[in-house]
């Protein structure tokens, strides 16, 4: 459902079936309207100036005063219009913010101070992601200053491109930079072909120095050279000086690369909005034109589900960065995709990982200059796929599926990094190249294979053991296909087990993309322990069989189609089942986040990041608390469907945390049977106030609508019906404030109070902030005896026990300030083990369960629009009603076809893509890489430029390995040579050396300097 506007002029992207001249598409958009029957509708097309206005376009800019949402689907319903989306404001800013946090980006927004003053922010924008120059980063395992500073930074002879550029005779491939456009006549690019601008100002040059910056990476050909400066080079200027971009620029200048037949596009930007649909169709629409669209990964690291579109797409190369010493740097973003969540889980991004913390590139006007950022490392992968699509052989093969397979068939391994980190690993060129040479179209995956034993690279796969009960493992496997830009899966994918490794104590279930397109798809792999290995301990191995086939190009081929099969080996570790004490199940079907609705931080201090959009899982924004919790031995498994799909049976604690989602009547109900029967639950809930809601509202310039928060930072209404049975209920009181607890610092961040508790109960209070007071009237009080924790055991024979907690932000990563693991430990102890620990039960701080009979319970909010994102509730005349209880999943087991064969011990191998053998592929004859003394850029360091791959902390194994053995022999040889010239030296008689006349240019010289004359040129 589309938002109404009111009086305002709002625009909207009116999408098309197809391409249509602009006559046509004013004619369908009219026609549309006069069939809403709305007279006093006022609208009109908004002329687009620029480069694409002269040719077909398969969009239009509409903007409408009073429109109604029958207007907007009456739009829709025409058969010519594909959808309807409010036009979205990009922003993006390369201005350094000072941050106490070091790995601040800086393009963050620096947060106002006034609360009623809200605007959009970071993950609202495709922001820049670059980061300020001079600002050395922590790199994730150690940094030394000293060391980063005194590295060559010339990421082009780095990574040896020298080597594929003069290896063969170059076609040269077309570029297009999507940033802030190039002056016309920068001194460090020799073939730019064209310029455009798609902004509102009338300049083509650069005003901010970032798109400079990124096309010399690309294609520079002096002083801070780039990887393919004879590269034909296209710079699309799609952002102002004041960094302001708009969907629709981006949209006619993504069209307009289509009709130049673009090769290779670099996308320095990004932001969590993977719903933004015109955008997201768009980018597939031009890698289905076989552009090989490379872009950043995002600046929000080291947070995990950080992600940002479009690099989080399966068709885009999507770029992390890493320092110079192979650390992955710490403000890249990691996985996982969160698009996947609830009920399934996110795949394997970034893609691939690169140099982009201090890295050397082109001024605005002139010279060098360094920054670092993801934007950063997606120029030097764009400009190595530029190098590599116009050097190699075969370039009729090269497309956006094969350049992908061979970067990730092709990177080195970072030694302890997990593959939501660095992906497949550092970029390679050499062996890029090598494999490009050597390609055949193929399918294959990515990851390559599902090893739940091998840590710490499989991460979280790796962290924990599977056993008979527990809920399925999901592995989310991308399917690239090479082969074409459309593809199949054939039949259906084989399951089969390793009868000597134990494979047929697992159970597989696998779907699938019904079509690969573009040039690729999903390959979900559920896996699961039979019921015969509930007591058994030990590895399981197997493998799948994938089979894909895509129309061949060449109408000559056998059957029109090519096809290829890949494998996919599988090893688990199976341990008994734990017992139920031991077993935490994690709600994730209850958590809602951005995008699409608007839902709040649970923290409201963090004014410049108000959108909860890392998804709340427990490898995401939860990442900390899962690894704590391994480590004391439970093992927390992931409920992605409603409560009534799991057998509480096998249970200890059922974990809520900062839930924003509705509950079904039947999950009430099977909720309150499973406590009595044993089950125990604890909450970690958040704030909810409705004026404090409606204070925080903001203008999103995106949408150019005021937004209102769907619910506060945790559906607290929810979550008192969940609870109302044991008497117990949260309030909408709103508090922060520093405290101790059991001996331990505590921080309580914009958390709620407890209401209403049994009167049997163990009930915690300290003294507190009223956070709720100083939002709404900027003032300032401290409340006396704020009940903020609560433990009780249910009356019932054998029930469980219920503990809730007020604020989860102590157990969040996203803006933790003090961790409450501990709490959480303690909470276990009581709700596992019915163990009530002394320092809560006899605490100082323990009060009278309060009655909740002074203050009303929180209510929803009026008007609200949660319906809308809700998985639970729908419209029903104004008053959304929960939907009908949905079936649960049900997974399709695939019949084993079991091999009586030995499987590899080792599942770790560089992808061999069919037949090519890196090691007997020979890179061509070039010259040797001399580093040659130049006069150093206004600015740069005097640091030595280190030629090779072999970089300063880490060498090769096998390097490593005869590096002794050659000394010893090189020492053998020159001790041998001394003593021969020993013995030589003395069987010789002694002769005067004589001597050496001095030339007679230098005589004259002599004479003339003292003379007092100097000499003459």
Request: contains cysteine; charged residues 20%.
């Amino acid at each position: 459902t589309l938002p109404s506007c009111g009086s305002r002029i709002l625009s909207y992207i009116v999408a098309f079936t197809g391409y249509f001249s602009a006559k046509a598409r004013s004619l369908y958009i009219s026609r549309a309207l006069q069939g809403a029957g709305d007279g006093a509708l006022e609208w009109h097309i908004v002329p687009r100036e620029n480069p694409a206005s002269d040719f077909p376009s398969d969009f239009e800019l509409l903007h409408i005063r009073q429109a109604s949402p029958r207007s907007l689907l009456t739009l829709e319903d025409h058969p010519y219009i594909k959808r309807v989306t409010p036009q979205r404001k990009v922003f993006r800013t390369l201005k350094y913010i000072p941050s106490p946090e070091p790995a601040a980006p800086c393009n963050a927004t620096r947060g106002t101070q006034k609360w009623q003053s809200w605007q959009s922010s970071r993950p609202f924008r495709r922001s820049s992601l670059s980061l300020g120059s001079g600002f050395w980063h922590a790199t994730g395992r150690h940094s030394s200053r000293r060391l980063l500073r005194a590295i060559p930074r010339h990421v082009a002879q780095i990574l040896q491109a020298d080597k594929s550029y003069r290896s063969t005779k170059q076609l040269n491939k077309i570029v297009a930079v999507f940033d802030t456009g190039l002056s016309e006549k920068h001194p460090h690019f020799k073939n730019v072909k064209e310029r455009t601008n798609w902004t509102n100002e009338k300049t083509l040059d650069d005003g901010l120095g970032h798109g400079t910056f990124v096309a010399g990476v690309i294609a520079s050909m002096r002083e801070c050279q780039g990887f393919a400066p004879d590269s034909e080079l296209h710079i699309f200027r799609v952002f102002t000086n004041n960094q302001v971009s708009y969907t629709s620029w981006f949209l006619d200048a993504f069209n307009y690369a289509i009709l130049k037949k673009i090769d290779v596009l670099n996308l320095s930007i990004g932001g969590p909005d993977f719903m933004d649909h015109p955008f997201v169709d768009k980018v597939w629409e031009l890698t289905a034109n076989r552009v090989i669209m490379v872009s950043a990964i995002g600046n929000d690291g080291p947070l995990y589900g950080t992600l940002n579109n479009p690099a989080d797409q399966m068709d885009v190369i999507g770029v992390g960065g890493i320092d110079f010493e192979d650390n992955i740097a710490r403000f890249s973003s990691r996985g996982m995709t969160t698009w996947e969540l609830p009920g399934g889980y996110g795949r394997v991004k970034p893609d691939i990982v690169t140099y982009g913390s201090g890295v050397r590139g082109s001024g605005m006007k002139e010279g060098c200059r360094s920054l670092s950022g993801t934007s950063v490392a997606s120029p030097v992968v764009a400009g190595a796929v530029t190098l590599l699509a116009s050097t190699v052989l075969n370039r009729e093969l090269v497309n956006p599926a094969s350049m992908k397979q061979a970067l990730i068939a092709s990177a080195r391994r970072l030694p302890g990094v997990n593959m939501f980190e660095q992906g497949h690993g550092k970029l390679d060129l050499i062996r890029a190249y090598q494999i490009l040479n050597s390609y055949r179209p193929q399918a294959s995956l990515s990851p390559s294979y599902i090893d739940l034993t091998e840590c710490p690279y499989m991460w979280p796969y790796c962290s924990q053991p599977i056993y008979y009960g527990g809920m399925p493992t999901i592995v989310n496997v991308t399917i690239l296909n090479g082969m074409g830009v459309t593809g199949r899966v054939v039949d259906k994918p084989i399951w089969q087990p390793y009868l000597p490794q134990n494979g047929d104590n697992i159970d597989v279930a696998i779907s699938y993309s019904p079509v690969l397109w573009p040039w690729a798809g999903y390959l979900a792999v559920s896996i699961s322990v039979a019921k015969k290995a509930a007591s058994w301990e030990g590895i399981a191995q197997g493998h799948v069989m994938v089979t894909v086939a895509s129309p061949a190009e060449n109408d000559s081929e056998v059957g029109g189609e090519l096809t290829s099969t890949v494998k996919l080996p599988i090893k688990v570790k199976i341990v008994p089942t734990p017992p139920r004490s031991k077993r935490v199940l994690w709600d994730q079907y209850h958590n809602l986040r951005y995008p699409p609705g608007y839902f709040p931080r649970d923290n409201l201090r963090m004014k410049n990041d108000p959108l909860d959009w890392n998804g709340d899982h427990i490898h995401t924004n939860f990442r900390d608390m899962y690894q704590h919790l391994r480590s004391m031995g439970y093992f927390v498994e992931v409920l992605g469907a409603p409560i009534t799909c799991f057998d509480a049976s096998q249970y200890g604690t059922l974990l809520m945390v900062d839930s924003e989602e509705e509950y079904f009547p039947e999950e009430i109900t099977k909720l309150r049977r499973d406590i009595d029967n044993g089950l125990s639950l604890i909450i970690f809930s958040d704030w909810y106030n409705t004026s404090v809601m409606r204070k925080v509202k903001f203008y999103d310039e995106n949408t150019r609508q005021w937004w209102m928060p769907d619910t506060g930072g945790a559906n607290i209404p929810a979550l008192n019906d969940l609870i109302s049975v044991w008497g117990m209920a949260f309030s909408d009181g709103l508090y922060e404030g520093d405290f101790t607890l059991a001996d331990h610092d505590m921080y309580y961040a914009s958390g709620c109070s407890i209401a209403r508790f049994p009167e049997d109960g163990i009930v915690i209070a300290k003294n507190l902030k009223d956070q709720g007071l100083e939002v709404l009237k900027q003032e300032t009080a401290v409340v006396e005896g704020v009940p903020i924790l609560g433990l009780y055991q249910t009356p019932s024979d054998g029930g469980g026990r219920i503990a809730l907690y007020g604020d989860s932000n102590c157990i969040d990563d996203s803006h933790r300030q003090k961790d409450c693991f501990w709490l959480l430990d303690a909470l276990l102890q009581y709700t596992s083990y019915s163990m009530t620990p002394p320092s809560l039960s006899h605490s100082h701080s323990r009060v009278a369960p309060p009655t909740g009979a002074e203050h009303p319970l929180p209510q929803r909010l009026e008007g609200n629009h949660l319906y809308r994102y809700s998985k639970v509730l729908e419209a029903h005349l104004g008053d959304p009603k929960p939907r009908p209880l949905p079936a649960c999943p049900h997974l399709s087991w695939a019949k084993p076809q079991p091999v009586n064969e030995t499987a590899p011990s080792n599942l770790w191998k560089h992808q061999k893509l069919l037949s090519v053998d890196l090691d007997k592929v020979a890179l061509p004859n070039v010259r040797a890489y001399r580093p040659q003394v130049r006069p150093l850029s206004p600015g740069e360091s005097g640091a030595w430029d280190i030629p090779g791959g072999i970089m300063p902390g880490r060498y090769n194994q096998e390097v490593g390995q005869t590096i002794p053995v050659f000394a010893f022999l090189g020492a053998m040889v020159v001790l041998s040579f001394f003593v021969v010239q020993l013995t030589k030296s003395k069987s010789k008689p002694k002769r005067r050396k004589p001597r050496i006349k001095r030339p007679t240019y230098l005589q004259q010289q002599q004479q003339q300097q003292t003379s007092g004359k100097n000499p003459t040129v």
